[in-house]
């Protein structure tokens, strides 16, 4: 297999376990605080007992507030993923995160805390807006239904895909390394 295929089979399997975090990790996210908010609501209102309209009004309140929370938990869900790209091999290759340090010249990162993440997330999340703005406005020429939070959730994952190989290939502190 040619070093190109091995490169993109890497980035495809770096985006595909970083897509599946994300999807798995917001959802649970927005699915507990929806919980909480529902539950906290059906007590405030005195925890009527339950039937069949008051069910109905209890499923109805939850995703409404999911809908809502699934928006903070995303963000929630990219800061705390991008952490995980830099764990564990795709294709023999692997992303590693070194320091930035002037005088000192760059370290490898070994444990890395989010506090490493802050500047890397910066530009990353930077690069993310852009990618996602680019399709929207290629969505809103093509389509007159181009935003929900589940469509900017299609376009954060084909974002998500493309930002890999341009942070990579920009970023100072992230170098594809053989492992």
Do not use: P
């Amino acid at each position: 297999m040619g070093l190109e295929k091995k490169v993109n089979k890497f980035y495809f399997l770096l985006w595909f376990k970083w897509s599946l975090r994300l999807t798995v990790e917001s959802t649970l996210l927005a699915g507990f605080f929806s919980l909480i908010v529902t539950l906290f609501l059906y007590v405030k209102q005195g925890a009527s007992v339950l039937n069949e309209s008051v069910v109905s009004a209890l499923v109805n309140i939850f995703f409404f507030w999911f809908a809502i929370l699934w928006s903070v938990a995303l963000l929630l869900a990219l800061f705390r993923g991008i952490k995980y790209i830099f764990h564990g091999c795709n294709n023999a290759y692997k992303l590693d995160l070194y320091s930035c340090e002037k005088e000192q010249g760059s370290e490898l990162i070994v444990d890395i805390g989010y506090g490493d993440l802050v500047k890397v997330w910066r530009k990353w999340f930077m690069l993310m807006i852009w990618l996602v703005a680019s399709q929207m406005i290629i969505a809103y020429i093509l389509s007159t239904e181009w935003f929900s939070i589940v469509m900017l959730y299609l376009y954060i994952q084909v974002a998500g895909f493309f930002s890999f190989m341009i942070l990579s290939a920009k970023c100072k502190r992230i170098k594809i390394v053989r492992c």
